[in-house]
């Protein structure tokens, strides 16, 4: 964690008013936050930083790629990615990040870190199922006849086997209708 010192933003020295602050993501970033789910990064956060005199407001926005491995099929494939972010920094007695659009930030404070802004925003805009552009439709061909080979099929013996009724039970049905 010691390497994101970059992600750290001074505000003090600010006029009042916006700043833009742009980061370019790549591997590096989230092996600071031991993450290895991304064979490959490449986003680009935008950073709007709007300084009032009480508060601050910062918007998040990005844009990229993370190459990640398809649910269906294994293979891998550059996911497009987009999100965005709104933050507003209090001033107050203590440090307090429990609530995930506002930061409480102790009197005194001089700089704000975004790294942990950043690493969320963008694990919360890959989609919980991954799924190969090819395999949705349907270019990923030998893949998809693989994946269908291996599909469970139903055995006709065994439905045949459910149709035909053992004639024993055929004689314990009429006792039930004879009565």
């Known amino acids: 964690m010691n390497n994101l010192k970059e992600y750290l933003i001074p505000f003090v020295g600010l006029k009042i008013g916006k700043h833009q602050f742009d980061y370019q993501i790549d591997n590096t970033f989230f092996k600071s936050f031991d993450y290895d789910e ?9 950073i709007v930083l709007e300084k009032k005199s009480t508060m601050l407001e910062l918007d998040f926005k990005h844009k990229g790629t993370v190459n990640v491995p398809c649910d269906v ?3 891998e494939f550059d996911l497009p990615i987009k999100g965005k972010l709104k933050l507003l920094v209090k001033f107050g007695d203590a440090y307090n990040d429990e609530n ?23 694990i919360l805009s890959v989609p919980l199922r991954r799924i190969h552009p090819g395999v949705k439709d ?3 061909t030998d893949i998809i006849e693989k994946l269908e080979s291996l599909s469970p099929k139903e055995n006709k013996k065994e439905e045949q086997q459910n149709n035909d009724i053992d004639p024993r039970w055929e004689n314990l049905k009429k006792l039930l209708t004879d009565k």
């Open 38 to 46: 991304f064979n490959a990064v490449s986003v680009k956060v935008d």
């Open 73 to 75: 099929s294994g293979e």
């Open 100 to 122: 995930e659009e506002l930061l409480v930030l102790p009197h005194g404070e001089f700089q704000v870190n975004v790294a942990q802004y950043i690493y969320e925003s963008i």
């Open 138 to 140: 349907g270019t990923l």
